[in-house]
């Protein structure tokens, strides 16, 4: 790269402020990386022409895998040739994005050795995201992450690496091991997740609770959300103390539940528990006071995806409640029925939910073997106007 | 009798030599055309799944991303710095 070139004033620009900069990042890691000038450099040139300069396609993957690998490649790799190849690497991250410091190091080391040494953590998806290396880099990359103990995640077509919130193991509201369920579905569906077998991409995410801290209902094809039969779980003396610390229950709890299932008089807490919806607002505010029931398990959705080829969906309820022991099986017959169906009739490129959409909800129902139930109504219809077909006797 | 995983495979590779340039073909492709030639008796999904993996192991074919996952042909990436 010429002199000239490693000025970047349109880049400087997004170092300015109190906030974190990948730029500064990036110029961070060039000390270590000869990649991170030329990424820069290339940047800056997209910024000033309004154009891109990536090529994408093609690889996917290591031997035997097809997915795990993004392929990318510079248009200009005579000018930057140390990004002339800049491939992403998508490594499973581990259930709950649980690491020791041993391993984090061991990721960066392999990394730095087999790449730029720039790393996402985490995709979207969820996965440790690899920036960068050269498709010569990729399998003695991949031999050392198996050596270490980490495999390649998804992408393409394939079931994409199943996510989940920290669940159990940090939080008290989880209403099924979200951990375990993640790391289970994983270790089932290596094949649909190393080798794309789909119309298109799949993700499952776990959340322990519909606080949803994964946003599985906005992103995930199949979300599996933690949820509560019966009454919500009251401390009346820890309620107290809210009130007595100055906590306004009524108006900055009661007021607030979207259903106005509960009120607050005369020092008593009381929750119509057949109105609550959910919410989780009454329990977040007052964490030590309340708590879910303890008939726990989840609810599972399917058909969130974000905005790609078409625009945002999200999930709609498939099955309202599954016990926590129950939820596996019931998760993996479910996916049976539901990639027959998608295989079946998916269009090249067509998400879970834009298919459902397409053929309709019913007819999805009644081809999974699935009743419909009243959860599965996100809202009462407005349209007045019902149009049915009488028989011959007029009935 | 169900049809011999081996020649499952060449089949499927027959297929893609026949479409390569022409048509992208998917795995899910690949399986509805080997369950319509040799019928659902013989050839199962599972099947077709384990002919899949034996021509991607063996290196004859290998997966390509075009927008969405296909089984192509080994081939030099066109997108590639010579």
């Keep these: 790269m010429a002199d000239d070139d490693t000025k970047t004033p349109l880049l400087d620009q997004l170092e300015e402020g109190p906030w974190p900069s990948f730029v500064t990042e990036i110029k961070r890691a060039g000390t270590k990386s000869p990649v ?7 940047l800056e040139q997209s910024y000033a022409e309004k154009k891109g300069h990536w090529k994408h396609g093609g690889i996917v993957g290591v031997l035997g895998y097809g997915g795990g690998v993004i392929g990318r490649y510079s248009d200009l790799p005579e000018k930057y040739p140390n990004v002339a190849h800049f491939h992403t690497m998508r490594v ?20 730095e050795e087999h ?11 969820g996965d440790i995201v690899f920036l960068g290396t050269r498709t010569d880099q990729l399998e003695p990359a991949f031999k050392k992450l198996t050596a270490a103990g980490f495999d390649l ?8 690496t199943p996510s989940c919130c920290v669940g159990q193991a940090r939080c008290e509201w989880a209403c099924y091991d979200t951990m375990a369920l993640c790391d289970d579905l994983t270790r089932s569906y290596q094949d649909e997740l190393h080798r794309p077998p789909f119309p298109y991409k799949f993700k499952i995410k ?11 209902i906005a992103r995930a094809d199949l979300s599996i959300i933690g949820t509560w039969k019966g ?3 009251q401390d009346a003396g820890a309620i107290a103390e809210y009130a007595a610390s100055g906590l306004d229950i009524q108006k900055d709890v009661c007021d607030r539940c979207p259903t106005r299932c509960m009120t607050y008089e005369r020092g008593t807490l009381t929750i119509e528990n057949r109105e609550c919806v959910r919410c989780m607002h009454c329990i ?8 879910p029931g303890t008939e726990r398990g989840a609810t599972i959705l399917i058909g969130a995806k974000a905005p790609i080829v078409q625009g945002a969906l999200l999930s709609s309820v498939l099955v309202p409640f599954v016990p926590a022991e129950e939820l596996a099986e019931t998760i993996k017959e479910l996916l049976k029925r539901v990639w027959e169906f998608w295989d079946e009739y998916g269009k090249n490129r067509e998400r879970i939910g834009e298919l459902i959409q397409r053929v309709g909800l019913a007819n999805f129902l009644d081809a999974i073997g699935l009743d419909p139930v009243p959860e599965m109504v996100s809202a009462p219809r407005d349209n007045p106007f019902i149009f049915y077909q009488t028989d011959g006797d007029g009935h | 009798m169900s049809i011999a995983i081996e020649s499952l495979a060449d089949d499927m590779y027959q297929m893609i030599a026949e479409t390569q340039g022409k048509k992208n073909l998917k795995a899910g492709d690949l399986t509805k055309a080997m369950i319509a030639k040799h019928g659902e008796a013989d050839c ?7 002919a899949i993996r034996l021509l991607i192991d063996s290196e004859r074919c290998v997966y390509s991303y075009f927008g969405g996952s296909y089984i192509t042909l080994p081939h030099k990436e066109g997108a590639a710095p010579d």
């Excluded at chain 1, 499973?92 to 391993?103: E, K, L, M, R, V």
């Excluded at chain 1, 790449?115 to 998806?125: K, Y």
Aim: charged share 15%.
């Design chain 1, 231 to 233: 009454e919500i779980q």
């Design chain 1, 92 to 111: 499973n991250q581990p259930a709950g994005w649980f690491y020791t410091s041993d391993a984090i190091r061991t990721l960066c080391d392999i990394w």
């Design chain 1, 206 to 216: 776990c959340s322990g609770c519909p606080n949803d801290c994964v946003a599985s």
């Design chain 1, 284 to 291: 977040n505010v007052m964490p030590k006071a309340l708590g």
């Design chain 1, 115 to 125: 790449g730029s040494g720039l790393t996402n953590m985490h995709g979207s998806t």
């Design chain 1, 153 to 160: 995640g998804g992408s393409g077509s394939s079931m994409r």
């Design chain 2, 44 to 50: 199962t999904k599972d099947l077709c799944k384990q």
């Design chain 1, 36 to 42: 991170c000038g030329d990424l820069l450099g290339q």
